[in-house]
């Protein structure tokens, strides 16, 4: 089975603008989570999409926002990007109940100069 | 609130000594807990799971049990390779919808 897909693996971006990363879930698992990694903050939970509804949200700004869609990929888009949002946006996937097993993509390192 | 906590990194030994990374948890009810492994560049690698008290993990050498007395989760091998050079993660899920929740990761290094 291959495993969970992001793009683009790169982005460097300007401040003020808007990035838009993708996730493609393992076949069959329906639930999406993302996670931000910084070196000051470590790995925190952002939201997490299962059958194209949210189900639960981090403490971020309405900046980040997200959907998935009927095929389980997901996506998250970041407006209005300030130079703290330059950090590695991983996403994960698991079949869908709460507590089960996520297994990660290889992230997508984005750049805000 | 749910939390996570891991010794402080970085952690250096030589090739073939024994590895402790410690991780305690402070949850209520009954989370299951994971060891994740994160290598330069790379994304997170699931490396072991417990579900419920007692429980053991393994995967690669390395065990962690699942102690609900001590709320603990301590990661071990028993004899490290240059090639467990990495940032080991250890995380809870509880009943929270898809949300895991990470200790600030530990870095080993080992030396040949």
């Known amino acids: 089975k291959a495993g969970v897909t992001q793009t683009p693996r790169y982005l460097i971006k300007t401040r003020g603008q808007q990035v838009t990363l993708s996730c493609s879930p393992i076949?069959?698992?329906?639930?999406v989570s993302w996670y931000q990694q910084t070196p000051g903050q470590g790995l925190q939970f952002l939201f997490e999409?299962?059958?194209?509804?949210?189900?639960n949200k981090g403490n971020f700004p309405g900046r980040f926002s997200g959907r998935q869609f009927s095929n389980s990929r997901s996506e998250m888009n970041v407006s209005t990007l300030e130079l703290g949002d330059s950090a590695l946006y991983l996403c994960?996937?698991?079949?869908?109940?709460?507590?089960?097993?996520?297994?990660f993509g290889p992230g997508t390192r984005l750049t805000v100069l | 609130g749910n939390s996570v906590t891991q010794m402080e990194g970085p952690v250096t030994l030589s090739e073939e000594a024994f590895l402790t990374i410690n991780c305690t948890y402070t949850?209520?009810?009954?989370?299951?807990l994971f060891w994740y492994v994160q290598y330069p560049g790379e994304g997170l690698q699931l490396l072991l799971k417990?579900?419920?008290?007692?429980d053991k993990g393994s995967n690669k050498g390395f065990e962690a049990t699942y102690r609900k007395e001590t709320t603990s989760f301590h990661l071990e091998k028993g004899s490290v390779q240059v090639s467990d050079s990495a940032v080991y993660f250890c995380?809870?899920?509880?009943?929270?919808?898809?949300?895991?929740?990470f200790g600030q990761g530990t870095e080993l290094s080992v030396k040949p």
């Open positions: 994960a996937s698991s079949l869908g109940l709460p507590t089960d097993t996520q297994y």
């Open positions: 076949s069959g698992h329906r639930s």
């Open positions: 999409y299962f059958s194209e509804t949210q189900r």
């Open positions: 949850a209520t009810g009954y989370p299951s």
């Open positions: 417990a579900t419920k008290a007692d």
């Open positions: 995380a809870l899920i509880y009943n929270q919808g898809g949300k895991l929740i």
